[in-house]
C-alpha cells in the first residue's frame, strides 16, 4: 500500500494538533511515522490529500474521529509482568502498609493508567489474587486514550507474546488455551474496570481521585516535558496524600517535577505523594 505524500509544512500542522489533543510529541524526523499511520485513514475515507484530513480534524472531528486518530497514532507496546519487580513492590511492601492503614481493603484504589491493552492491570491482579488479597476487594482500574486498545483490554484474549513472561503455573491457572491464544478466565477478567482517559486532559481529571497506587509506566516517553509536567500534576492530584506512583524504569521525573519523594525499595523506585 503505497502512502500519500505529506508535505512539511502539513505535517506540522497535524503533528501540533495531535500534540494539543494528546501531549504526543512527534519530533520533526518522525514525519514517516505519520504518513505510515495516517495514510489508511486516508484511505478509509477517500481522502486524496493530508490537507484534506486536516480540514477534517479541525472543523468537523466528533469522538469518534479523535478516537481513530487515538488508535493510529498511539504505540501500545506492553505485556503481562513487564518490569514485574515493581508489581512485587506493591505486593510486598505497599499494599501491607495500606492495609494497615485503612480499616477495610475495599477503600484501597489502584489506577494503571495507560493500561494498553490490558496487560499491566491484569497482571495486577494475577499478583493480588497469588498472595491471597481478593482483587474484588482492592478496588483496579484501567484507562487509556484509546478506545481500540481499551476494547481489546475488555476482550482479554492474548497471542504467546503477551503472554511469553508469565510464570507457567499461573498460565495453566488463570487462562484458557487454544492454539496460540489466551484467554484470560473471568475470575481475572471480572477484577478490572475500564475508562477512557486523557491523562493531559485536566477537566477529565479532576473526576479521577482518592488513588493510593497509580502505574504510569511507558507513556510519559511519548511526550514532550511540557505535557510529562501536565500528566504528572494530574496524577499527583489523583493520588491520596502518601500515595505512590510507578513510572516505566526508562523513565524519569528529572526536570519534571518535584513534587514526589523517591523511595528505592528492593532496587524499584516508587515515587511517594508527600
Ligand atoms: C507503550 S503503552 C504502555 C502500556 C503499559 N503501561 C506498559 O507499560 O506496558 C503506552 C500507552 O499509552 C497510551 N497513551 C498515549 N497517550 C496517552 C494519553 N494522553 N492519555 C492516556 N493514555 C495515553 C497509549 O494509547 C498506549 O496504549
Redesign the pocket.
Known amino acids: 500500500m503505497l502512502n500519500i505524500p505529506l508535505v512539511d509544512s502539513t505535517f506540522k500542522e497535524i503533528r501540533d494538533y495531535i500534540y494539543e489533543k494528546?501531549?504526543?510529541y512527534i519530533a520533526d524526523n518522525k514525519k514517516y511515522l505519520i504518513e505510515n499511520r495516517l495514510s489508511r485513514i486516508l484511505k478509509e475515507k477517500g481522502l486524496n490529500s493530508f490537507e484534506e484530513y486536516l480540514e477534517l480534524l479541525r472543523f468537523r472531528a466528533d469522538t469518534n474521529e479523535l478516537n481513530r486518530l487515538?488508535d493510529a497514532i498511539?504505540?501500545?507496546?506492553?505485556?503481562f509482568f513487564?518490569?514485574a519487580e515493581q508489581f512485587y513492590v506493591l505486593s510486598d511492601n505497599i499494599l501491607p502498609k495500606l492495609m494497615a492503614q485503612k480499616k477495610n481493603p475495599k477503600n484501597i484504589r489502584i489506577w494503571?493508567?495507560?493500561?494498553?491493552?490490558g496487560?499491566?492491570p491484569y497482571t495486577i491482579s494475577i499478583i493480588l489474587m497469588e498472595k491471597m488479597l481478593n482483587p474484588r476487594q482492592i478496588e483496579i482500574c484501567a484507562?487509556?486514550?484509546?478506545e481500540g486498545?481499551l476494547n481489546s483490554a475488555k476482550r482479554a484474549v492474548y497471542n504467546s507474546y503477551s503472554v511469553r513472561n508469565i510464570p507457567e503455573a499461573y498460565l495453566k491457572k488463570y487462562f484458557l488455551n487454544s492454539d496460540q491464544s489466551y484467554a484470560l478466565k473471568p475470575s481475572v477478567k471480572n477484577t478490572v474496570k475500564f475508562m477512557n482517559?486523557?491523562?493531559?486532559?485536566d477537566k477529565k481529571l479532576r473526576a479521577f481521585r482518592g488513588m493510593d497506587v497509580i502505574?504510569?509506566?511507558?507513556?510519559l516517553i511519548?511526550?514532550d516535558n511540557k505535557a510529562k509536567q501536565k500528566?504528572v500534576s494530574n496524577i499527583y492530584n489523583s493520588l491520596n496524600p502518601g500515595g505512590y506512583l510507578f513510572i516505566?524504569s526508562s523513565e524519569s521525573l528529572h526536570n519534571v517535577t518535584m513534587a514526589f519523594r523517591p523511595n528505592v525499595i528492593n532496587k524499584v523506585i516508587a515515587y511517594q505523594k508527600v
Open positions: 494528546s501531549g504526543i487515538f498511539t504505540t501500545n507496546e506492553t505485556y513487564r518490569e494503571s493508567a495507560a493500561c494498553s491493552t496487560e499491566e484507562s487509556d486514550i484509546s486498545v482517559v486523557n491523562l493531559v486532559d502505574f504510569c509506566r511507558n507513556v511519548y511526550f500528566a516505566g
